[in-house]
């Protein structure tokens, strides 16, 4: 799974590095280019195309610091870029033709054995990549044909082929002695050498990290970067953030709380990003665990939960009910309705799987006298903070106790990862356009029994199984159409999770910055032309 969006003070940067960046005119090192300061909520995670999952981690290897084989334009289309041209081999497989002209920031050149070994250990089990389950579950193999060409062989006929490539290679030289089983902890991963239009700086955990532009990037994919250096700086409290852009001491301020939107828009210094997102939130049951691993249970407390209130009232407005990962605004989102908020349904199907109020508290009990009491875990960040604390009074009203633990965001996703929970509530990022891979890493049953999979609440149903398969195979539109149907309609009958809200990406930014542009392929998508002058 991507990781969270949602994430101090001015700290003493390294000495030269942002001279100037914490003061209230905007500076950064000023004029065009110069320094940019960016306040995000949480620290990034880790650099690995094959082992990172974070939203951020992935936006800022694909758009700043490796080169990704392809690239998506403003329509979502596939475009070259490492990869400077192909040649489709009908639906069995893909030749990619490489620019010779793109190399590694220590000035060794990118090749196609790089890429090669970077799909053999995405498709290793060992590394448990999602990189492996959500973009390359269809291709079968990779084969060099020489330094600048490697051809993929697919697995079977499959949708949307050319998306499966939105990732960037991996340095060989630097890694090939690293064990696959290894590879998430390797050091590489918080000090990595890319390929991309800007350099790896500096990290501190928790605090900042600085990228630097890389001189030597090529001028037929945009060139050097606009700003000499990027600086993330790690800004837990939204009020703060929000101060900071106001003032001029961040130029950028990512993501921006639903109910800060208005300051924003209403500020002349200021500018709104807001646009609509790839990032569906869900509540995620544990279906290996009692009571979960029934489910009438998990569709009896979906009932309860008004999602519509929690739209309005927490989210201004700035989002949409989900039902599946299909998005809202892509062509094959389903007509399917939503499970119904119905509080007396709720209660009347509980009883009915032998949950009752036995004891006259409240809260109801099995035949063993067990109580219906669970523990949802959350991020610290204020929006789903209150997202949860709304859950926690609608579920009780229907007779379950719900204990609210909140942690850093990282704490928590080691948590889902290792599914040690019985509920949480969390967020997926689409990891590109096509609507297949989402579903395939999140709820196939081939892994609900790998180790760190995105198959994190343990979901084995054969119905959805057979959906999923059929969509990711499908060529014909109709027929895709009719498959992600089908997959949502079982999702809303077993609730192995609970679609919560499609959330529109908010982001706010100084109105003097140049090059800033949003849209659904990222925030960080046109991070190689920010300028602090306009």
């Known amino acids: 799974m991507r990781a969270s969006r949602w994430g101090a003070t ?23 280019g110069g320094t940019v300061v960016v306040g995000m909520r949480s620290d990034f995670g880790s650099f690995n195309p094959v082992t990172s999952s974070g939203q951020y981690d992935l936006e800022l290897m694909n758009y700043a610091l490796f080169t990704p084989l392809v690239q998506y334009d403003e329509g979502l289309q596939v475009q070259p870029y490492l990869a400077e041209s192909w040649e489709m081999h009908g639906d069995t497989g893909v030749t990619f ?32 990549s999602l990189l492996g389950t959500a973009f390359l579950a269809e291709v079968d193999a990779a084969q060099v044909v020489d330094d600048y060409t490697i ?22 030289h630097l890694l090939e002695n690293v064990a696959p089983a290894e590879l998430r902890n390797s050091e590489f991963n918080r ?24 001189e030597d990037f090529p001028e037929a994919l ?36 639903p109910d800060q939107v208005r300051q924003v828009r209403d500020n002349a210094g200021t500018e709104l990003h807001s646009f609509p997102g790839r990032t569906v939130y869900f ?83 099995n035949a063993r006298g067990e109580p219906l009491a669970f523990e ?8 789903r903070r209150s997202v949860v604390e709304v859950l926690q009074n609608q579920l009780r009203q229907v007779g379950a106790d719900v204990e609210i633990r909140v942690m850093e965001f990282q704490t928590m996703l080691q948590n889902h990862r290792e599914r040690n929970f019985d509920a949480v509530f969390t967020n997926w990022v689409l990891d590109n356009f096509q609507v297949a891979a989402a579903p395939t890493a999140l709820f196939h049953s081939r892994e609900a029994d790998t180790q760190l999979s995105a198959n994190r609440s343990t979901v084995r149903i054969p119905d959805l199984d057979a959906a999923i398969e059929r969509g990711t195979r499908a060529t014909d ?56 002058g306009g």
């Open 283 to 365: 509540l995620g049951w544990n279906n290996a665990r009692p009571p979960f691993d029934d489910a009438a249970v998990r569709r009896a407390l979906a009932h309860a939960i008004d999602r519509e209130e929690i739209v309005n009232a927490l989210l201004y407005g700035e989002g949409a009910i989900a039902t599946s990962t299909v998005p809202p605004w892509h062509p094959l989102y389903p007509d399917v309705a939503p499970i119904a908020h119905n509080p007396e349904q709720a209660a009347q199907m509980l009883e009915q799987a032998g949950w009752t109020d036995r004891n006259g508290d409240g809260i109801r009990e």
């Open 222 to 257: 945009g060139g050097p970067a606009a700003a000499e250096r990027v600086v993330f700086r790690v800004i837990p409290e939204a009020s703060t953030m929000l101060t900071e852009l106001i003032t001029g001491s961040v130029h950028v301020d990512i993501p921006l709380m």
């Open 191 to 214: 000090q990595p050498v890319g390929s991309g239009p800007f350099r790896f700086g500096e990290w501190r955990a928790n605090e900042q990290l600085m990228l630097v532009r890389n």
């Open 376 to 383: 949802v875990l959350s991020s610290d960040d204020p929006l």
């Open 97 to 128: 033709h490489l620019r010779q002209d793109v190399r590694w920031h220590d000035g060794q050149p990118v090749t196609a054995r790089d890429v090669e070994f970077t799909f053999n250990l995405a498709k290793n089990e060992q590394t448990a």
């Open 477 to 532: 539109e109709g027929e895709q159409r009719a498959a992600w149907q089908a997959m949502t309609e079982v999702l809303q009958r077993e609730q192995p999770v609970t679609f919560m809200f499609w959330l529109n990406e908010l982001a706010g930014s100084q109105a003097s910055m140049g090059g800033v542009e949003m849209d659904p392929r990222g925030e960080l998508r046109s991070i190689a032309q920010w300028t602090t």
């Open 10 to 32: 001015c700290l003493a940067l390294a000495a030269g590095l942002v001279a100037g960046a914490c003061g209230g005119d905007g500076g950064g090192g000023g004029g065009a």
């Open 151 to 172: 051809t993929f062989h697919f697995a079977r006929p499959h949708a949307q082929a050319l998306e499966d490539f939105w990732w960037p290679p991996l340095p060989r």
